[in-house]
């Protein structure tokens, strides 16, 4: 399973961008899509999970009223929909899978290139 994450990028404040999660791979099965962040020198971040059959959908506190994730399963697509971006939102956003419904950094199976977002003040 490869995991590419894409649509990255430098926006202002009160911007948004789509990130994008492409999944590929015979066995890719997908059962829970979860997207992390790392801003420098800090630990990486939970920001949500999607369960890729249902579309169940579960958001850290701190990113529930601005970030919306989705999928897309004919493409094995998975999407995180920024919205009104602080400078604080300046990381490196990472896609994961995982066969559980952990979001522990550790029970991740699989993890995309992170793509790099800059929000400027």
């Known amino acids: 399973v490869q995991l590419q994450a894409s649509g990255g990028g430098l926006v202002q404040a009160g911007g948004s961008l789509r990130l994008s999660c492409a999944a590929s791979?015979?066995?890719?099965?997908?059962?829970?899509m979860v997207w992390f962040r790392q801003a420098a020198g800090k630990e990486r971040e939970f920001l949500g999970k999607?369960?890729?059959?249902?579309?169940?959908?579960y958001y850290a506190d701190s990113v529930k009223d601005r970030f919306t994730m989705s999928r897309n399963k004919e493409n094995n697509m998975v999407y995180l929909q920024m919205n009104s971006l602080k400078p604080e939102d300046t990381a490196v956003y990472y896609c994961?899978?995982?066969?559980?419904?952990?979001?522990?950094?550790?029970?991740?199976?699989?993890w995309g290139k992170g793509t790099q977002v800059t929000v400027s003040s």
């Open positions: 994961a899978e995982a066969d559980s419904t952990s979001v522990q950094q550790r029970d991740m199976n699989y």
């Open positions: 999607i369960f890729y059959t249902s579309g169940r959908l």
């Open positions: 791979g015979p066995t890719f099965s997908g059962w829970q």
